[in-house]
C-alpha cells in the first residue's frame, strides 16, 4: 500500500509525539485490497507496543506478520508464513521510531488516534536468522516508504507471540 509524498505529509501533520499508547493493534487485508495492492507482501499483521515503566521515553514493538503470496513474498515462497520480529521504540525528532538491532530496519509511527495506528516504513527485516537483521522485509521494494493501518485490538489477539515464549 504505497502512499505518494503527498499523502505522507498529510498523515505526518497528525503524527504522534512521545511514547505511543501501549496496547495490540492487528489487520487482516482482505482479499480485494490485496488484490489492488499486489506489491504488498503482508496478508495480517499484529503489533503489540509495550511501554516500559523504568524508562518512560522508551517503549518495546513485537510485530508479526502473515505474508501475502505476491509481491517479493511470492518470490521468496512466503505465503502463508509467519515471522516476527521484536524492536526497541524511542522518540525521534517529535515522532516515535521502533528499531531492530544490527541494521535490521525500522518503522515510525506516523499516526495513533481513534483506535488506529499508521506505520511507516521502507526497511524492516522479520523472522530469527543467524547473526543480525532478518529473514524478509514488510517493504514491498526496500527503499519505498510503505504504511500500514492497523486497527486497535483487544489485548489477548496479541498473545502468543515467539518472543514470549523466551
Given at each position: 500500500?504505497?502512499?505518494?509524498?503527498?499523502?505522507?505529509?498529510?498523515?505526518?501533520?497528525?503524527?504522534?509525539?512521545?511514547?505511543?499508547?501501549?496496547?495490540?493493534?492487528?489487520?487482516?487485508?482482505?482479499?480485494?485490497?490485496?488484490?489492488?495492492?499486489?506489491?504488498?507482501?503482508?496478508?495480517?499483521?499484529?503489533?503489540?507496543?509495550?511501554?516500559f515503566?523504568?524508562?518512560?521515553?522508551?517503549?518495546?514493538?513485537?510485530?508479526?506478520?502473515?505474508?501475502?503470496?505476491?509481491?517479493?513474498?511470492?518470490?521468496?515462497?512466503?505465503?502463508?508464513?509467519?515471522?516476527?520480529?521484536?524492536?526497541?521504540?524511542?522518540?525521534?525528532?517529535?515522532?516515535?521510531?521502533?528499531?531492530?538491532?544490527?541494521?535490521?530496519?525500522?518503522?515510525?509511527?506516523?499516526?495513533?488516534?481513534?483506535?488506529?495506528?499508521?506505520?511507516?516504513?521502507?526497511?524492516?527485516?522479520?523472522?530469527?536468522?543467524?547473526?543480525?537483521?532478518?529473514?524478509?522485509?514488510?517493504?514491498?521494494?526496500?527503499?519505498d516508504p510503505?504504511?500500514?493501518?492497523?486497527?486497535?485490538?483487544?489485548?489477548?489477539?496479541?498473545?502468543?507471540?515467539?518472543?514470549?515464549?523466551?
Open positions: 500500500m504505497r502512499l505518494a509524498i503527498g499523502m505522507m505529509a498529510a498523515l505526518w501533520s497528525g503524527a504522534v509525539g512521545a511514547m505511543p499508547e501501549a496496547g495490540c493493534y492487528a489487520r487482516i487485508y482482505g482479499e480485494r485490497h490485496l488484490a489492488e495492492n499486489p506489491d504488498q507482501v503482508v496478508a495480517a499483521m499484529r503489533l503489540r507496543l509495550t511501554l515503566e523504568e524508562n518512560p521515553d522508551a517503549a518495546g514493538a513485537d510485530i508479526e506478520a502473515v505474508f501475502a503470496n505476491q509481491g517479493h513474498a511470492a518470490d521468496e515462497e512466503l505465503g502463508g508464513q509467519v515471522l516476527s520480529q521484536s524492536l526497541y521504540c524511542k522518540d525521534h525528532q517529535g515522532s516515535t521510531m521502533c528499531i531492530v538491532d544490527c541494521d535490521g530496519g525500522t518503522f515510525r509511527i506516523l499516526r495513533q488516534e481513534d483506535g488506529l495506528l499508521d506505520i511507516l516504513t521502507n526497511h524492516l527485516t522479520v523472522g530469527e536468522i543467524e547473526g543480525c537483521g532478518g529473514y524478509s522485509n514488510l517493504a514491498e521494494e526496500i527503499g510503505v504504511v500500514y493501518r492497523l486497527y486497535r485490538a483487544e489485548n489477548e489477539a496479541c498473545e502468543g507471540f515467539k518472543h514470549d515464549e523466551r
